[in-house]
């Protein structure tokens, strides 16, 4: 089998489509993975022993159980609960919150990592829990945390394939379906490798310039 | 200026700690502690590592709290609220606010500017309009000769500077009393005398009480209303700087003050 460029120009713009489906669905989890495991952190912090535990079974239960076993929980199982949600709406709520737990993780060892005296100086000047939070430890933690995030970020980027198996039309999704239907996965495969590869190369691009830019911002 | 006994209420005592003990699991850091120190005075801890000087301080401030005993700041105690009962957080907020505090390793925000590390508290707790905390804290820079240095990150700065950016935060808070934890104790040789030279500069130029904590035997000499010699969680010996420096009594004070000044 030789290399088509004819078909390759022929299934480009399904591809095409599969990127944009798949930067959707990565900016999506995105959020709710690095918004949510913020919150997870900062509840965890905050509440007693109690919410502590809880918080750390949730996060547990997130990291302990196979991506795929969750998304045909949420896509075949829920509706038989009387929960009907479509393809996408479960495929990034389930991998933004699985990745939540991951983030939180990230979070809770920045703000462990945080001097004491930074907390003795936010006592010391009166600052209020909500202004110490918001002003200080937060920002701080955030900080410390970017190059782990921008790490599962990737990660999610590369898992949005899973989302394939309920039917959301990722970039791998359209590479199978491209080859279904004229039986060349030659082609359609080596483009999804080279474009989520591709792909990755902003992300690495943004991370660097943060760390540039951050240099002199010893947190 | 006033000196004041070492136990004993004081009417005008900015400071006092009735036989207050402090004790970290087993470990017993400050026994029966009594001190008082007067509206205006300053008064220096000095004495080995360990001996209980900085754990004074952070009980003053209330990071710590005293296993036992009490401790007014100008008579009102930050310990007890009335009826005895611990005091509630929004009432020890406001007696806190007249205590400032610099500490050994500057603790400034790192992420901030150096302006926005001294307008986040006056903004915040004060309550001051962005224009009044910036007004502030660029007096306070001036104060300190840092003024150009506001956009600057605490990162980009020398330690000394850093420590002197500490002082202008502390300060813009206008405390009543300010607590000095061997401020000087993390900076290179070279960069301790400006930051000495600025708090002898704040010394004379303000009534704010002193409770400072220091290996800086000269500094300590020469800021100093009253020198106490803190050993083992008590004080063993107090007097006026002359007294301490030139004809200490203990034996420990002098073995102490022998290593320190042969360093």
């Known amino acids: ?219 | 200026m006033p000196t004041s006994p070492s136990s004993g209420i004081s009417a005008v005592a900015a400071i006092q700690f009735a036989n207050v003990s402090k004790s970290f699991g087993a470990n017993s850091v400050l026994t029966g502690l009594d001190l008082s120190v007067a509206a205006g005075e300053r008064l220096t801890l000095i004495g080995p590592s360990g001996s209980g000087k900085t754990t004074v301080l952070r009980l003053a401030m209330m990071l710590d709290r005293p296993t036992a005993g009490d401790i007014r700041l100008f008579g009102e105690s930050i310990v007890k609220g009335p009826g005895g009962k611990p005091r509630r957080a929004r009432e020890a907020a406001r007696l806190r606010r007249r205590c400032g505090m610099v500490f050994q390793q500057f603790n400034l925000f790192p992420h901030m500017t150096v302006l926005q590390n001294l307008t986040l508290a006056p903004r915040t707790v004060l309550r001051l309009s962005a224009e009044e905390s910036e007004q502030r804290a660029l007096d306070h820079l001036r104060m300190v000769g840092l003024e150009d240095k506001r956009t600057a990150y605490p990162g980009q700065l020398s330690g000394g500077q850093q420590q002197r950016i500490a002082i202008a935060r502390t300060l813009a808070l206008r405390p009543d009393i300010l607590l000095l934890d061997e401020i000087t104790s993390s900076l290179d040789p070279e960069l301790v005398g400006e930051v000495l030279e600025v708090v002898r500069r704040i010394a004379q130029e303000t009534d704010i009480t002193f409770l400072i904590v220091t290996h800086e035997m000269r500094f300590a000499r020469q800021v100093s209303d009253r020198v106490a010699m803190f050993d083992s969680g008590r004080i063993i010996e107090e007097g006026s700087p002359e007294l301490i420096f030139s004809e200490p009594r203990c034996e420990r004070t002098k073995s102490f003050l022998r290593s320190v000044l042969d360093h």
């Open chain 1, 1 to 219: 089998m030789t290399w088509n460029w004819p078909y390759v120009a022929q299934i480009m713009p399904a591809l095409l489509a599969g990127v944009w489906e798949t930067f959707l669905v990565t900016v999506a989890c995105a959020v709710i993975a690095i918004g949510g495991g913020l919150v997870l952190a900062v509840v965890s912090s905050l509440a007693g022993r109690p919410g502590r535990l809880a918080v750390r079974g949730v996060v547990e239960l997130l990291r302990g159980v196979p991506i795929l076993v969750v998304l045909y929980f949420g896509y075949y199982a829920l509706p038989q609960l009387g929960v009907t949600l479509s393809a996408f709406f479960v495929g990034v709520l389930v991998l933004g919150v699985i990745y939540a737990a991951y983030c939180s993780e990230v979070y809770r060892g920045a703000l462990l990592s945080i001097p004491a005296g930074t907390h003795d100086a936010c006592a010391a000047l009166g600052l209020s829990t909500v202004v110490t939070w918001r002003k200080v430890l937060i920002p701080l933690a955030v900080r410390r945390s970017v190059p782990a995030l921008v790490n599962y970020v990737l990660v999610l980027y590369r898992q949005s394939a899973f989302l394939f198996a309920i039917g959301v039309p990722v970039l791998l999704a359209r590479a199978q379906v491209a080859g279904d239907q004229s039986f060349r996965y030659l082609e359609p495969y080596t483009l999804t490798g080279v474009l989520y590869l591709t792909l990755n190369l902003p992300f690495v691009y943004l991370l660097h310039r943060h760390e540039a830019r951050h240099a002199h911002i010893a947190v």
